[in-house]
């Protein structure tokens, strides 16, 4: 299985994962602030379809490594803290969860993960991004949910994470390599 997100429309990527499980514990680091801030971002999350979400950001305290944003790079808001809105579209408990998630330009994309059971206690992960609009955003988006993934992947194996910035930078560059190269 290659671990690279990929185009399956024009404004749409997807990215197919095993990870460790099981499900019910991988779908506790999707929903539940305080774990999702282990891997992604933190905040409160309604438990139904309908409700809000809050992602709180905070890329320095996703790995033990002192990985800044290298100073060459202004092209993402990485203050210390970043907050973003949505809502909850699917709350399927524990195989399917959809909510949108707003960009800079307050236009709104839709992300949904989908996890299924596998053998040797492995998770299926499929993460599905939707209305990413141009070049820019989509290699963006690609690097940042392909180095969340393998952050939460090292996590759920009791693994030390990946650098954040240095893996989202090397990744960045790979997927404009892949993708428009």
């Known amino acids: 299985m290659d671990d690279f997100a990929t185009l399956i429309e024009s404004n749409t990527l997807r990215m197919v994962r095993l990870v460790p499980g099981p499900i019910e514990r991988v779908w506790d680091y999707l929903t539940i602030g305080e774990k999702r801030a282990e891997w992604l971002a933190g905040g409160d999350m309604a438990q139904e379809s309908g409700g809000t979400v809050e992602l709180v950001f905070t890329h320095k305290n996703l790995t033990p490594f002192d990985d800044d944003l290298p100073e060459n790079q202004h092209d993402i808001d990485c203050s210390d803290e970043h907050r973003m809105h949505g809502t909850v579209l699917v709350y399927d408990k524990p195989?399917?969860?959809?909510?949108?998630?707003?960009?800079?330009?307050?236009?709104?994309?839709?992300?949904?993960?989908?996890?299924?059971?596998?053998?040797?206690?492995?998770?299926?992960?499929?993460?599905?991004?939707?209305?990413?609009?141009?070049?820019?955003?989509?290699?963006?988006v690609s690097a940042g949910w392909h180095t969340h993934v393998a952050i939460l992947s090292a996590k759920l194996a009791g693994e030390t994470p990946p650098p954040f910035w240095q893996t989202y930078y090397d990744l960045r560059a790979e997927y404009i390599n892949r993708m428009y190269g």
């Open 95 to 140: 195989n399917r969860l959809t909510y949108t998630w707003e960009s800079p330009d307050d236009s709104a994309s839709k992300v949904t993960f989908e996890l299924r059971e596998e053998e040797n206690g492995m998770v299926r992960l499929v993460l599905t991004h939707q209305n990413l609009t141009g070049m820019d955003e989509i290699t963006s």
